[in-house]
T-cell receptor, first 118, second 112 residues
């Protein structure tokens, strides 16, 4: 089954304790992304990766790190979590259909990780 | 103008009703647009894409108005299972479909 998996699904931690949220996809997609979702703010992109060893900042990268050592995995690292990073996090991989110049694509999202930083 | 703006709702409609949501966007160069559906605190899933004047899939119709820079989603014969939040998604660039901007969503509640 084609899917994006994330772990853990739920995490409560304390300020300053480093954590990693794993993300894995089995669709051989080149492009992967991390989002956070907060009430009233919608989904905001944290980091994205266009291929192995290629990563770039999204709109809200502060306080996060990522790596892309292999195509299927794209972990999100919080070196020193703070309460303002309490959020719902989604990993996504993107399939490009590339119909002419329209650039049609579809993002497949993981089930989400609900993070609480105390 | 915000990059992507949606009426948050909620839209409360009875089963069988027709309902329409609008989404306005600021990037006049965008070529492709998307509607995603998100059930309560679950992951978003692609509902429809639009890259010409419109697209239709069963009870769902997405239309694009480039002059006024908005896209709409029309749902006919609403079902209870249509209750969800509908997210409008617009690329930030021209052909740059990598940076996708998500609206905050419009919540739909269909009642019996």
């Amino acid at each position: 089954e084609a899917q994006v998996t994330q772990n853990p699904r739920y995490l409560i931690t304390v300020t300053g304790k480093k954590l990693t949220v794993t993300c894995s996809q089995n669709m051989n997609h080149e492009y992967m992304s991390w989002y956070r979702q907060d009430p009233g703010l919608g989904l905001r992109q944290i980091y994205y990766s266009m291929n192995v060893e290629v990563t770039d900042k999204g709109d809200v990268p502060e306080g996060y790190k990522v790596s892309r050592k292999e195509k299927r995995n794209f972990p999100l690292i919080l070196e020193s979590p703070s309460p303002n990073q309490t959020s719902l996090y989604f990993c996504a991989s993107l399939h490009r259909y590339d119909q002419g110049l329209a650039g049609y694509n579809e993002q497949f999202f993981g089930p989400g990780t609900r993070l609480t930083v105390l | 103008r915000k990059e992507v703006e949606q009426d948050p709702g909620p839209f409360n409609v009875p089963e069988g009703a027709t309902v329409a949501f609008n989404c306005t966007y600021s990037n006049s160069a965008s070529q492709s647009f998307f509607w995603y559906r998100q059930d309560c605190r679950k992951e978003p899933k692609l509902l429809m894409s639009v890259y010409s004047s419109g697209n239709e899939d069963g009870r769902f119709t997405a239309q694009l108005n480039r002059a006024s820079q908005y896209i709409s989603l029309l749902i006919r014969d609403s079902k209870l299972s249509d209750s969800a939040t509908y997210l409008c998604v617009v690329p930030r660039g021209v052909w740059n479909t990598d940076k996708l901007i998500f609206g905050t969503g419009t919540r739909l509640q269909v009642f019996p």
